[in-house]
Each structure stands twice: as C-alpha cells, then as structure tokens.
C-alpha cells in the first residue's frame, strides 16, 4: 500500500444484492477525508443527515438520548462522514455500462439507499480500515506489532 491515495484502490468488489455487479472502489486522499466530514457537519447542522430520521422519531416520542440509538451511531464506521461525498470520490468503476460516461460512473444521485450504504461503507473501509475493526481485532494487531518489533541489542 503506498502513502498515495491514487496508487491505491480495491479489486472488483460484487454487490450481494445487485448480482452479478460489480464496483471498483479507491482510498480517498486526506483533502476528500476532511470534505466528507465537512459535508457531513454542515448536513447535521441543517437538519439532515442519516441520523435525522431516527432523531426526530425520538423528538416525537419525547426521548432524545436513546442508548441503543446511541451506541449503534458510534458502532457504525460512516457516522462523521457524508455517504455521498465518499462515494463521489472513491467510486472508480463499476459493471453498470448505461451508467459510465466519459469512463466514470454517473447517476449517482440516482442510487437507491441500500447502494449508497454499501459504496461508501466500500470506500471508508479502503481508506480507514481501522474504523472496521472490533475491540477485539485491535488487541490482536497491537500485541502482532508489538511482537514484531525486536529488540536493539
């Protein structure tokens, strides 16, 4: 893997829903990482974001600070981030041939939900693998690098 975003994207990647399709994700550079949070800061800001629906339920329902709402937003890797910013950025090529123009996919803003989710979950899990990992994952790579590193004599 290299320090440089465009020296780095995925193999064909299947859509478990759509097959037999396929997408081509690549890591984004720092400046798309920092536009996806930014996006996603001013759409929380003026009401809409994913988490939107789900705030104004509890808003209805007189419960603001729902604990399973809660854990559930900071589990999921794409909070922080816009869905679409990531996907404008890190989606490279796909199997949808009425779809490419100019060798790019287009109608993106035609994608239903479940395919927004699933490209840009593609996307932050090549740019920010670590978002992905359990607790437990982490304990193993820690104590794996640790390991690794032998001591000066």
Known sequence: ??????????????????????IVVRKLTGRECD????????????GGSRL??????????GSLADKA???QAIADPLTGYDRFA???????SWSY?????DGKPWRLDDLDDEAVDFIATEVLRLTKP????TAREDVERAQKERSAVAPVA
């Not at 536009?35 to 003026?46: D, I, M, P, Y």
């Not at 939107?52 to 329902?61: D, N, Q, V, Y």
């Not at 990531?86 to 490279?92: H, K, N, P």
């Not at 041939?97 to 123009?101: F, T, V």
């Open 1 to 22: 893997m290299s320090i440089f975003a465009s020296q780095t994207q995925s193999e064909p990647i299947p859509i478990p829903f759509d097959a037999p399709h396929w």
């Open 86 to 92: 990531l996907v404008r950025a890190g989606l490279v």
């Open 69 to 71: 709402d809660v854990e």
């Open 130 to 133: 670590a978002l992905f990992y």
């Open 52 to 61: 939107w629906a789900t705030k104004f339920r509890r808003i209805l329902e």
């Open 35 to 46: 536009e996806a949070r930014a996006a996603h800061a001013t759409g929380l800001a003026a």
């Open 97 to 101: 041939e009425h779809a490419i123009k």
